[in-house]
């Protein structure tokens, strides 16, 4: 972990800023509310979170590439720059933030050679923050200096699992409601939690399987290293590793196989 430990200390002061930023423009009487091409809102609140974070990497990471979900790719690093890339989703759960609901937060990735190395989640509103760092162990806590470590549940069947997901609607449109339909009602307890939660949720133990089937890589990019740091396993619907296949399944492991061959798909 040293060799990512001042790098995860940024994503820390990153996330300070955001917080401030995000906080102070909830539930405002004047947030500024627009639509996308795809139709999904944006505030003010969203750009001008990734506009601060941008100008902190700008000057403390001049030759890492960034990438966010309002303002895209950054310009070329500066000369000399390897293949470090920061990843930022602003505000994940933008829906809930605009409607007043405290469950929405800022994601901050670092990928090396397109390996996410280092995962922030922080929800100023939940009080909450996630973190890890490849080969350190998954963190929460309110703060840095607040940590507790965090680890999946030990459970083995689907029967006696608790399992997340996103909107029903996703998933028709993949084609794999029925499946989706069938892993709920031999699951224990289904909840749709949505966006970050559900993935921090697993990553403390709390349940047990989480997927969505169409995801950006900001979307998911910080919650691959808490998830699998934390003991967990983290694939597309295909099974392939990582954050760049557009879906997710996340779980304790010991799961991951069973919920691949229900409702993965062929690569």
């Known amino acids: 972990m040293a060799r990512y430990a001042d790098d995860l200390a940024l994503a820390h002061m990153l996330a300070d800023t955001a917080d401030s930023i995000s906080s102070a423009r909830f539930r405002a009487q004047d947030l500024h509310v627009s639509e996308k091409p795809d139709l999904t809102p944006v505030t003010d609140a969203d750009t001008a979170v990734e506009k601060a974070l941008r100008a902190t990497l700008s000057r403390a990471r001049p030759r890492d590439a960034v990438l966010g979900e309002e303002f895209g790719a950054a310009a070329a690093p500066a000369p000399g720059g390897g293949s470090r890339q920061w990843v930022i989703d602003p505000i994940d759960g933008t829906m809930n933030y605009v409607r007043g609901v405290p469950i929405w937060a800022t994601l901050i990735a670092l ?13 100023p509103a ?9 080969g350190h162990g998954a963190y929460a806590g309110r703060h840095a200096a607040a940590a507790t470590p965090i680890k999946v549940s030990g459970v083995s069947r689907m029967g006696d699992a608790s399992f997340c997901y996103s909107s029903l609607t996703s998933w028709e449109e993949v ?7 069938d892993l709920m009602r031999s699951s224990w307890r289904t909840r749709a939690y949505g966006d970050f939660y559900g993935y921090m949720l697993l990553a403390e133990g709390a349940l047990d399987v989480m997927l969505e089937p169409e995801l950006s890589l900001w979307d998911v990019a910080a919650l691959v290293p808490i998830v699998t740091e934390a003991g967990g396993e983290f694939t597309d619907l295909t099974g392939r590793r ?3 296949g557009g879906s997710a399944v996340a779980t304790n492991g010991k799961l991951h196989a069973t919920v691949l061959e229900r409702i993965g798909l062929d690569s």
Do not use: C, F, I, Q
Request: no cysteine; glycine share 18%.
């Open 175 to 181: 084609g794999k409601l029925d499946a989706m339909l």
């Open 126 to 134: 939940l009080g909450r923050r996630w973190w890890a760092g490849v």
């Open 242 to 244: 990582g954050p760049g």
């Open 111 to 123: 990928l090396d050679h397109d390996e996410p190395v280092v995962g922030l989640v922080s929800a």
